[in-house]
């Protein structure tokens, strides 16, 4: 964060100092009292099972130098009226300070966390790069993230979340974009939302967001999102199999890592993602046709994709035990489409010696159960020999999948029954909605 006096946060919050307003604040802010920085601002949130406040002069004693909140505190603080407000009006005037700062932003109903990941690692060499830590992307992991960017930071990549109509906008005028990146349009909270077309009016708030100097990077292959190029008065570059940025001739590997080319502008470059998925070739290619834009050249972006690495916990993770058995835990969060494509990449690689646990996918509204059958139907025609279902909310997976099916009431019992059935040679994916807390067997799993 770019060093700041109390007196200069309460100007841009609107707030009131309560201490010494001389105080520098130039450490990241943070919302959990024991992840303070020395020179940090701790930010008090009243939330439903804790209060913020409370933890204020713990904060202060691990080193914080300030505290935003809402109502006076036993520490150096500024008091605002709405502390998330606050905390976004403060990002924004951090914002408009950078002026060398590149702001990309990223949205989409799956593979935001991994094409920021990737996009990040792409950006490092030029540059000093500030992206959004695992999915921090609401109101507060948003301005979290942009406070973590100093004067010496060239790309601010910024990963950002909606759960209803209006929130990527409002995203925006706390960061707005420089480059603007939607991935696609799907089920993922479609019981908030209603339909896709709802979505994609949200996530289309990113395109109109950007300025026309600006650049709108849409996947080719979702009409959705190509239908997006309307929205914007920005340059247009997009990416996929029919894209600016081309993806073509993929095949996986034998851990389930895609090689495939990509050709840009005549050129065309052989790729690969040290990644498990097919999917994966898309994400790389939205991530090498945003880098283009900021000025890395293909082949070198090809280069850096190779020695990428998964960054985010739970996408993916590979863990192999002792006695063989591989274990993929991919528990941080689950919807039709990315579930799906997980089925596919295990499928992949176990070649006969694939098992699922698979938990309840929220947020998908009247259409939950019938959604839940067809990823047990498709488990069942990719070869899984067993799947595991975990909790009542998922047992439409099990009416799907039919024979290769065993119901499990909680992690404790899912845990017993695979364990006790494996044999050494398996490959075994852990996924479900961030609500089942499935990587509870992922872990247990990993340890024997």
């Known amino acids: 964060m770019i060093p700041l006096t109390l007196r200069q946060i309460a100007e841009a919050t609107g707030g009131t100092v309560h201490g010494d307003d001389a105080i520098v604040v130039d450490a990241p802010a943070t919302i959990d009292s024991r992840a303070v920085e020395p020179g940090g601002l701790f930010v008090a ?3 439903e099972h804790a209060d ?3 933890f204020a002069a713990q904060s202060i004693a691990a080193g914080a130098a300030a505290v935003l909140a809402s109502r006076e505190v036993d520490a150096p603080s500024v008091v605002v009226d709405d502390v998330v407000d606050a905390l976004g009006r403060l990002a924004r005037h951090v914002v408009d300070q950078l002026e060398d700062l590149t702001v990309v932003a990223i949205t989409g109903s799956s593979g935001k966390t991994s094409v920021k990941d990737l996009l990040a690692q792409l950006l490092e060499p030029d540059g000093m790069t500030v992206a959004t830590a695992g999915n921090y992307n609401n109101e507060l992991g948003v301005p979290l993230t942009v406070l973590r960017a100093d004067e010496l930071t060239r790309f601010l990549v910024v990963e950002m979340g909606a759960r209803a109509i209006g929130n990527i906008a409002e995203l925006c005028r706390i960061v707005p974009p420089d480059v603007g990146m939607v991935l696609n349009v799907g089920h993922a909270h479609i019981g908030e939302f209603g339909s896709a077309e709802a979505i994609a009016r949200t996530k289309g708030e990113l395109a109109e967001a950007v300025g026309s100097d600006g650049v709108v990077v849409l996947n080719a292959d979702d009409p959705l999102v190509a239908a997006m190029a309307t929205r914007t008065e920005a340059a247009v570059v997009t990416f996929g199999e029919t894209g600016d940025l081309r993806v073509g001739d993929l095949e996986v590997d034998a851990e389930g890592c895609p090689r495939f080319t990509l050709t840009h502008g ?13 999917y994966h ?3 790389a290619a939205a991530a090498v046709a945003a880098a283009i834009v900021l000025g890395v050249d293909l082949t070198t972006a090809a280069e850096r994709l190779a020695t990428a690495g998964t960054r985010s916990p739970m996408r993916m993770e590979r863990h192999v ?5 591989v274990v993929v835990n991919d528990a941080y969060n689950a919807n039709p489409e990315s579930m799906a494509a997980a089925l ?4 992949a690689i176990g070649e006969g010696r694939a098992v699922a646990v698979l938990g309840e996918m929220l947020e998908l509204g009247a259409d939950s159960h019938d959604a839940h059958v067809e990823i047990g139907r498709l488990a069942a025609e990719l070869g899984f020999t067993k799947v595991v279902v975990v909790g009542e909310g998922a047992r439409g ?3 799907g999948a039919g024979g290769i099916a065993v119901r499990a009431d909680d992690v404790d019992v899912a845990v017993r029954t695979l364990s006790a059935s494996l ?3 398996e490959v075994v994916l852990v996924k479900a909605s961030r609500g089942g807390r499935l990587e509870r067997v992922a872990n247990a799993l990993v340890q024997g």
């Open 344 to 347: 596919r990449a295990i499928a």
């Open 266 to 278: 005549g050129r065309r470059v052989q790729a690969y993602v040290p990644l498990i998925g097919m």
């Open 397 to 399: 997976i099990a009416e």
């Open 281 to 283: 070739a898309l994400n």
């Open 52 to 54: 913020g406040h409370e």
């Open 423 to 425: 044999s050494g040679d």
């Open 321 to 325: 035990r002792p006695d063989g058995v």
């Open 45 to 47: 949130i009243a939330g």
